[in-house]
């Protein structure tokens, strides 16, 4: 597979899937993209709802199995905008468009790679090309509830904009509602009991709060007030206030040890969303992690969330682009950002697959 003319397709199809629509739970046109794009290649693809999967040319059962995994959904642009968000155009060497950056660039990169690995016979390890949907708002047909029907998974690459540095480590993310309760009143009457000020010792509660465990990837665990709302008229002290807390938790902590720890400790009643958003990782010494050192690539903990935390076995975030221009206006990725991830993304699977 002549690797120039790979990565000239690559950044054709990232201009394609830019300029049509993809918001989470309507990428259905992408999807037939990516598909078709993979055709074009003679590589048959399956569908499942938004989810488009390949499998290399010499799967093998008794192999275990290599995932590579981006989405092709985006969030909506914000308002911010000041170039059309569906117009793949090129401008100082940087590609402009939603979802060029997060996570097109990493997506038709992790294709390309798949691509030039297909036809391989003799590999350690199957491959398993997954474009999936609903990556954005963790939706119930996204990564998560495919895995189920996809064949057992041994180690993964997840493809997100890292600067193609090695991710070994992911927080996970825990959200929790909290009520700070007091006693309601008219406002014109004394009140000792009132719900808004007993607020103020909960925020510096929150604010100060540290959990005891640190982690060499992830370092603390980050822990935010993020919302508040009480009130309904002027005249009226509310019975309480609500307060939302983003918690992104290391690994060294599991998400319900998080939660119990709160629960216990909090100076108000508190509860968590959802537990499912754990942790992730992978050993540095696990040899996918050792071809991407080799190849000069340095590793660090990642605060960001993705797929990878729907995943169970050992999985390492890695992608062209720049994770601070995720979800910001007229994003873009640097064309040859692209190119330099295509090729080490080669170089690493060779290092990791032969």
């Given amino acids: 597979m002549n690797q120039e003319q790979l990565t000239k ?19 259905d046109k992408t999807a037939a993209a990516i598909q078709a794009w993979l055709a074009s290649y003679n590589i048959p693809t399956e569908r499942d709802i938004n989810n488009v999967i390949a499998k290399n040319k010499y799967w093998d059962d008794s192999k275990p199995t290599l995932l590579l995994n981006s989405h092709h959904d985006t969030v909506k642009p914000n308002t911010a905008y000041t170039k059309n968000p569906f117009d793949p155009h090129i401008e100082d060497g940087k590609l402009f468009g939603l979802g060029s950056n997060d996570a097109g660039g990493p997506l038709v990169s992790l294709l390309a790679t798949f691509v030039n690995f ?17 990556e954005e708002n963790a939706g119930e047909n996204s990564l998560r509830g495919l895995l189920p029907k996809l064949p057992p998974i041994d180690v993964a690459i997840v493809g997100e904009p890292t600067l193609m540095q090695l991710a070994i480590a992911e927080k996970g993310l825990v959200v929790f509602d909290a009520v700070v309760k007091g006693t309601p009143s008219h406002a014109a009457h004394p009140n000792t009991d009132n719900a808004i000020y007993n607020t103020i010792d909960a925020l510096k509660w929150f604010k100060n709060y540290k959990f005891k465990k640190t982690s060499e990837a992830l370092g603390d665990v980050k822990l935010t007030v993020t919302q508040i709302n009480a009130g309904t008229q002027h005249n009226v002290v509310p019975a309480h206030v609500d307060l939302v807390i983003d918690v992104r938790v290391n690994d060294a902590y599991s998400n319900k040890e998080i939660a119990d720890i709160l629960k216990k400790e909090a100076p108000c009643s508190i509860k968590e969303r959802s537990l499912r958003l754990n942790s992730s990782k992978i050993d ?53 950002e692209i190119e330099e991830g295509i090729d080490l993304y080669i170089k690493l699977l060779k290092g990791f697959l032969q």
């Fill in 9 to 27: 397709s690559a950044l054709e199809l990232l201009k394609n899937l830019i300029a049509i629509e993809s918001f989470s739970k309507e990428e």
């Fill in 284 to 336: 540095k010494d696990h040899p996918l992690v050792q071809s991407g050192i080799a190849l000069g690539r340095s590793t660090y903990g990642s605060p960001t969330l993705s797929d990878q935390a729907a995943l169970s076995c050992q999985s390492l975030k890695l992608g062209p682009g720049d994770s601070t221009r995720s979800h910001s206006a007229n994003e873009f990725i640097y064309v040859h």
């Fill in 118 to 134: 297909y036809e391989a016979e003799n590999l350690n390890h199957n491959i398993l090309m997954v474009a999936s949907a609903e």
